[in-house]
């Protein structure tokens, strides 16, 4: 599909990965991008940056209206469907959660077919494969989902239902469809919503704060950590390519351990504070493991995609975002 001159609408648009592929879709030339939020985990502050472009049309909706869904993709080319709960918000409403992840895709794909989209782009997770076996991990591993946490398990389990209606609408009503299986997103625009990306986030207020960064257990614990931009650079190679009724790991091949990101935080912030070592034993986490490493040939091999951004340039990235919002907000006039 030719991206220039096309209309797109972003399901979570006003989201960490909604707005950066609004921001590439708009760098490749796109007529029209539909940015479809209905702010309950972000708001139109995220995407204020490129809300100035003509291009860009913002519109408050929710993937659980379908009316909603028929009026926003008029006439649009492809949909990304990003909208949806991570594991922490799922487990705190776990009724809306699972509504939003299973009955509002099949919104989105029930929209898209009464319309005449001709493609969508969903997003899944490499939580599809729960505590996978050592060795790389390609896309035809099975899941593991016995030892997952129930909040865990219960998103794996709504992202293979995505992947699955990918394939269904594929097959059956001629809509092309992709699914990405992102591992750790972090980057620009960061909430605090990712059980994994939350352990940058968190640390980085504690550092602001005076306070020691904690690093769990003994700190071995590894992530595939991804730089938001090279997945909404998938998301975009996703929709303009021909390729249909396939899922792909959006990774960058390479594990870091929770110690490595303290390293790294403590390192770009210029903290003379020691981290701690602490158990957690009350928080909602997934994938515990040392060992981790996502194969990306597949994407590689038919999208020509790529990662591009290592973690120490993420990471600088990241909190150079965010010192800058903190100045932001500290010059704002008190209410």
Request: glycine residues 8%.
């Amino acid at each position: 599909m030719e991206i220039s001159q096309g209309k797109f609408v972003v399901t979570g648009g006003a989201s960490l990965i909604g707005s950066h592929v609004a921001e590439q879709l708009l760098q490749r030339g796109a007529r029209e991008v539909v940015l479809l939020d209905n702010y309950a985990l972000g708001s139109p502050d995220t995407v204020k940056d490129i809300l100035g472009d003509p291009r860009v049309k913002l519109v408050r909706g929710d993937i659980l209206r379908i009316n909603e869904l028929y009026d926003t993709f008029e006439g649009a080319d492809g949909v990304f469907a990003i909208a949806g709960f991570l594991t922490l918000p799922l487990s705190q409403n776990p009724s809306l959660g699972l509504a939003v992840n299973v009955e509002g895709q099949v919104n989105i794909f029930e929209a898209c077919r009464y319309r005449g989209v001709k493609k969508v782009v969903f997003s899944s997770s490499v939580a599809v494969y729960g505590d996978p076996s050592p060795g790389l991990i390609e896309e035809t591993a099975p899941a593991n989902l016995a030892t997952f946490q129930p909040a865990a398990a219960l998103y794996s389990c709504t992202k293979m239902i995505g992947e699955n209606l990918c394939k269904l609408y594929s097959a059956r009503h001629e809509i092309q469809a992709i699914a990405l299986r992102y591992s750790t997103v972090y980057g620009e625009r960061q909430h605090y919503r990712g059980v994994n990306a939350l352990y940058i986030m968190e640390n980085y207020d504690r550092i602001k704060r005076g306070e020691a960064p904690v690093i769990p257990d003994d700190g071995s614990e590894v992530h595939d950590y991804i730089h938001v931009s090279d997945v909404a650079r998938a998301n975009v190679m996703a929709m303009a390519s021909e390729v249909t009724g396939e899922s792909f790991n959006v990774a960058t091949g390479s594990s870091v351990s929770l110690n490595r990101i303290v390293e790294l935080l403590v390192k770009v912030t210029g903290t003379k504070l020691k981290p701690v070592h602490k158990a957690n034993t009350s928080a909602v986490r997934a994938s515990i493991t040392s060992q981790l490493d996502f194969s990306v040939a597949k994407i590689e091999k038919l999208l020509g995609w790529k990662p591009e951004v290592s973690i120490e340039e993420g990471i600088r990235r990241l909190i150079a975002w965010r010192e800058r919002e903190d100045a932001v907000q500290s010059h704002k006039p008190a209410a």
